[in-house]
């Protein structure tokens, strides 16, 4: 049993992924490794994403940190089962509540409220956990504020019985950006029907689609093997999209092309305001490649620091394709670095026009061999819109980088 996906269930869509770092490593030292890790933002998200975690996963580990108890509402709809007031739970918050020198208000019961059949995990001091038996899939609800190490311990003997009753479970995600989702469903299914060894399920993840493939065996090396054989057909389904796998951020993949072709990189950015060089820069060595990040949000600063012509920007305006070129250029010139990336657009809310609604987008690469840019338009909120516009300036690059013989000129 090697296959764990780690959910957060967070209000908060930019929170540190800290907690799911360091479980991830107390996972990863019993040998088991943590193929997805997924923020869930909003309570309509939680039943959706523990359906998907559940098909097919060995150990599905929800770190909860609202207070409300989603994922066990969740869980109980979907494997049919009714909440019970656990005694044991109610005891434990009681005895929390307690030591906190509080009396526990009555809307605090609802929180020892547990799916019919699950296992409270408890540890001297801490915040108790919960262990529920799918038919698919052992999941762990643990509390995101408490250490995870002393629960964890009570998970191993049932992980161990559970891989010596049903085999081996290997899992890998592969990850896509520019496709559409259901087509790609479609695609894989008719490939890879008829395989009763392998699961595969296709997601949405922020602005990417994510392939999870899980594959069962009598014995590692088996369901190693089944994966081995699956992820050529999907590479080639998801084609010249397809840029990684597992924990591999989109960003570690760009540096690791820059770092192979020794090449450098600077970027200048409008309407991402330096998210594009955050993501760069949370790479571990970085400094390799990246050679400095200009945020121009004023035309004044796009002339002052990049040289764009005052002329440039009267007549086709910030948000444009010949501005984004020449801001690409610019950066690219007085860094004296082999490439230059922009990014020029309307994050919104307000801004937009009907020649140039809210969401319009446009990012240049800028090589020795020329300049190139594309438009996008974007949906979303302002973040949103944000988020997309860094994620497809890192593709861009991407695709560029992998390019044998890159063309000279422009491209709009």
């Given at each position: 049993?090697t296959?764990?996906?780690?959910?957060l269930?967070?209000p908060?869509p930019?929170r540190?992924?800290?907690g799911t770092?360091a479980?991830?490593r107390l996972?990863?030292?019993r040998?088991?490794a943590?193929?997805?890790r997924?923020?869930?933002?909003?309570?309509?998200?939680?039943?959706?994403?523990?359906r998907?975690?559940?098909?097919g996963?060995?150990?599905v580990v929800?770190?909860e940190e609202?207070?409300?108890?989603?994922a066990r509402r969740?869980l109980a709809?979907?494997?049919g089962a009714r909440l019970?007031?656990?005694?044991?739970l109610l005891e434990?918050?009681?005895?929390?509540f307690?030591?906190?020198?509080?009396?526990m208000?009555?809307?605090?019961?609802g929180?020892?409220?547990?799916?019919?059949?699950?296992?409270?995990?408890t540890?001297p001091?801490?915040?108790?956990?919960l262990?529920v038996?799918?038919p698919?899939?052992l999941?762990?609800?643990?509390?995101?504020a408490?250490?995870?190490?002393?629960i964890?311990?009570?998970?191993w003997p049932?992980?161990?019985?559970?891989?010596?009753?049903?085999?081996?479970?290997?899992?890998?995600?592969?990850?896509?950006?520019g496709?559409?989702?259901?087509e790609?469903?479609?695609r894989?299914?008719s490939?890879?029907a008829g395989r009763p060894d392998?699961?595969v399920?296709?997601?949405?993840?922020?602005?990417?689609?994510w392939?999870?493939l899980?594959a069962h065996?009598?014995?590692?090396a088996?369901?190693e093997?089944t994966?081995?054989?699956?992820e050529?057909?999907?590479?080639?389904v998801l084609g010249e999209a397809y840029y990684g796998?597992?924990?591999?951020?989109?960003?570690?993949?760009v540096?690791?092309?820059?770092?192979e072709r020794?090449l450098?990189?600077?970027?200048?950015e409008?309407c991402t305001?330096?998210?594009?060089?955050?993501r760069l820069?949370?790479v571990p060595?970085?400094s390799?490649?990246?050679?400095?990040g200009?945020v121009?949000?004023?035309n004044e600063?796009k002339?002052?620091?990049l040289g764009v012509?005052?002329?440039?920007?009267?007549?086709?305006?910030a948000?444009?394709g010949?501005v984004?070129e020449?801001?690409?250029r610019?950066?690219r010139?007085r860094?004296?670095t082999?490439?230059?990336?922009?990014?020029t657009?309307i994050?919104g809310p307000?801004?937009g026009?009907?020649?140039?609604?809210v969401?319009?987008?446009f990012i240049?690469?800028a090589?020795?061999?020329?300049v190139?840019?594309?438009r996008?338009r974007?949906?979303?909120?302002?973040s949103e819109?944000?988020?997309?516009?860094a994620?497809?300036?890192?593709?861009l690059?991407?695709?560029?980088?992998?390019r044998r013989?890159?063309?000279?000129g422009?491209?709009?």
């Amino acid at each position: 049993m090697t296959g764990v996906e780690l959910l957060l269930l967070t209000p908060d869509p930019d929170r540190e992924d800290a907690g799911t770092a360091a479980l991830a490593r107390l996972l990863a030292a019993r040998g088991l490794a943590v193929a997805v890790r997924r923020l869930v933002p909003e309570e309509a998200e939680v039943e959706r994403a523990l359906r998907q975690a559940l098909e097919g996963r060995a150990l599905v580990v929800v770190l909860e940190e609202a207070a409300g108890p989603l994922a066990r509402r969740g869980l109980a709809r979907l494997l049919g089962a009714r909440l019970v007031l656990n005694a044991r739970l109610l005891e434990a918050l009681a005895a929390a509540f307690q030591a906190r020198g509080q009396a526990m208000p009555r809307e605090a019961e609802g929180l020892a409220l547990v799916p019919q059949g699950a296992t409270v995990l408890t540890t001297p001091g801490g915040p108790p956990g919960l262990l529920v038996e799918a038919p698919s899939a052992l999941v762990a609800l643990l509390p995101a504020a408490a250490p995870p190490g002393p629960i964890l311990e009570q998970l191993w003997p049932l992980l161990e019985a559970r891989a010596r009753r049903e085999g081996v479970t290997a899992q890998r995600t592969l990850k896509a950006i520019g496709l559409d989702l259901a087509e790609v469903e479609a695609r894989l299914t008719s490939r890879l029907a008829g395989r009763p060894d392998l699961v595969v399920r296709c997601f949405p993840h922020h602005g990417e689609v994510w392939v999870r493939l899980v594959a069962h065996g009598a014995t590692a090396a088996g369901a190693e093997a089944t994966l081995a054989r699956a992820e050529p057909v999907i590479a080639e389904v998801l084609g010249e999209a397809y840029y990684g796998r597992d924990e591999e951020p989109l960003e570690a993949v760009v540096g690791r092309l820059l770092r192979e072709r020794r090449l450098t990189l600077a970027v200048a950015e409008s309407c991402t305001g330096g998210l594009l060089g955050h993501r760069l820069t949370e790479v571990p060595g970085s400094s390799a490649y990246f050679e400095r990040g200009l945020v121009v949000y004023s035309n004044e600063a796009k002339q002052a620091l990049l040289g764009v012509p005052a002329t440039l920007l009267a007549a086709h305006g910030a948000v444009s394709g010949p501005v984004a070129e020449a801001m690409a250029r610019g950066v690219r010139e007085r860094a004296g670095t082999d490439l230059g990336l922009a990014v020029t657009g309307i994050a919104g809310p307000e801004g937009g026009s009907p020649a140039k609604p809210v969401g319009t987008v446009f990012i240049a690469v800028a090589s020795p061999d020329g300049v190139e840019a594309r438009r996008f338009r974007f949906g979303g909120t302002r973040s949103e819109i944000k988020a997309l516009s860094a994620l497809w300036a890192l593709e861009l690059l991407r695709r560029r980088l992998l390019r044998r013989d890159p063309p000279g000129g422009v491209s709009a």
